[in-house]
């Protein structure tokens, strides 16, 4: 004798596979929480790949913390060891950054022009802050006397080379162009001429795309700040704690310090990311509820097809509850089956997302996942285990939900009723 109650026994008697039409319905049923399962897992994957690989580009790049004032930061040094004796900061460097006007210098042809950002840096500072000196793929990360690292996707739109020579037109000369048009010269002074050190690739198409870094030395010349800085880039030992630091700092620093996390500076894109996310999460779950009325249909379609044994277990003494369990249980190793495979089939969509993309741009041509719109060069993915419990839990959930109904109606059922043209 079975130890399982009658209700759960008679529940999985009644979905053995049969060649009939119900059989068909339960596997359809079973195929449509599978696959709805498995989109869910494979797009909000994806979204959180893009958040998680987003946050490290840019973090990689700038810093945790920005400090500025609203003035050139003149007296930059004892703040800067100020910020460095806080104990959750791991290194601060000084920087200049605006955009300048920068002309090729080709052999032949015509020169390019580009109005990229310009990052004074110091080299042995800006190790320990960002990737940027790591990330050299061409050439060396040598910024001394008038060396200049340029961006691989700038790089490539201006043809440069390491080696090749980058005339640079700054606010410096455009200030002095203004003062000798007063003077009722109209020369134009010469822009200072750079060599193309080294070629960097950060990772994320828009850094490699839109600057150029140069030594701090030559940033301050070309702004005309003689001594100051724009401001300290802060790394610290726990980015999630940038809010809390910043706290600190600010007390630190006085209130003419304008303190800024690398949450607020990039908080449109990631917050953007996040919003999209929690809307694909509420939107793809619709796919879940129309796969649990193919449940529904399915149990409904039992209830009609076993309404005479309904009768006869309400004659043989079963209660409203215990024929409400039969039919309800079939719906579990519906939802339990589904849910198994739907997650299955996700994470193994997810672990070869990439070669798929591959495959699918060889076959028609199409760059399905372009860097410029993105700004990265490959499908991220990232499995959270939260996001699998609200994932597989929420749609296991709407299946058990889906057979609520029907089992509701079962347990309705009179004996007279049931059997009343037996």
């Not at 130890?3 to 068909?24: G, I, M, N």
């Not at 061409?138 to 340029?150: A, C, F, N, P, Q």
């Not at 839990?393 to 347990?411: E, F, K, T």
Request: a neutral charge.
């Amino acid at each position: 004798m079975s130890k399982l109650p009658f209700e759960l026994l008679l529940a999985l008697r009644y979905l053995r596979p049969k060649r009939t039409f119900v059989s068909v319905i339960t596997v359809i049923s079973i195929v449509g929480v599978t696959l709805g399962v498995a989109v869910l897992i494979v797009v909000i994957s994806v979204m959180s790949g893009f958040d998680r690989q987003m946050r490290d580009k840019i973090l990689g790049f700038n810093a945790h913390l920005r400090v500025q004032e609203e003035a050139p930061m003149r007296d930059w040094e004892p703040l800067m060891r100020i910020v460095a004796a806080d104990p959750e900061v791991k290194a601060v460097t000084p920087y200049v950054i605006g955009r300048v006007m920068v002309q090729t210098e080709p052999d032949q042809g015509n020169p390019l022009w580009e109005t990229p950002y310009l990052r004074g840096i110091v080299p042995r500072l800006e190790t320990n802050v960002t990737v940027l000196m790591s990330s050299v793929v061409e050439g060396t990360s040598d910024v001394s006397g008038k060396g200049l690292l340029v961006g691989i996707h700038l790089a490539e739109r201006l043809g440069l080379r390491v080696g090749d020579h980058l005339a640079i037109y700054s606010p410096r000369d455009f200030q002095e162009w203004r003062e000798s048009r007063k003077r009722g010269q109209e020369e134009m002074p010469l822009p200072k001429d750079y060599e193309v050190k080294g070629i960097f690739d950060v990772g994320y198409w828009e850094f490699n795309s839109e600057f150029i870094v140069c030594s701090l030395a030559n940033a301050q010349d070309m702004y005309l700040l003689e001594d100051a800085v724009h401001g300290l880039l802060v790394m610290l030992h726990d980015p999630f704690r940038a809010d809390k630091v910043r706290l600190r700092l600010h007390k630190a620093l006085g209130d003419g310090a304008e303190i800024r996390t690398w949450a607020e500076d990039s908080s449109s894109l990631l917050g953007a990311v996040m919003v999209e996310k929690n809307l694909m999460i509420f939107i793809l779950f619709f796919i879940l509820i129309v796969a649990a009325f193919g449940i529904a249909s399915v149990l409904i379609t039992f209830v009609v097809q076993k309404t005479r044994e309904v009768g006869m277990l309400k004659a043989l003494g079963a209660t409203n509850l215990q024929i409400m369990c039969v039919f309800f249980c079939q719906s579990v190793p519906i939802g339990l089956i589904g849910v198994s495979a739907g997650y299955l089939l996700g994470v193994l969509a997810v672990s070869y997302r990439n070669e798929f993309l591959h495959l699918l741009r060889r076959a028609t041509g199409l760059e399905l996942f372009p860097a410029s719109i993105y700004n990265l060069y490959e499908l991220p993915a990232l499995v959270l285990p939260g996001d699998m419990i609200v994932i597989c839990g929420g749609s296991l959930l709407i299946c058990l939900l889906a057979g609520v109904l029907p089992a509701w109606n079962a347990g309705r059922l009179r004996p007279v009723e049931a059997l009343r043209y037996e």
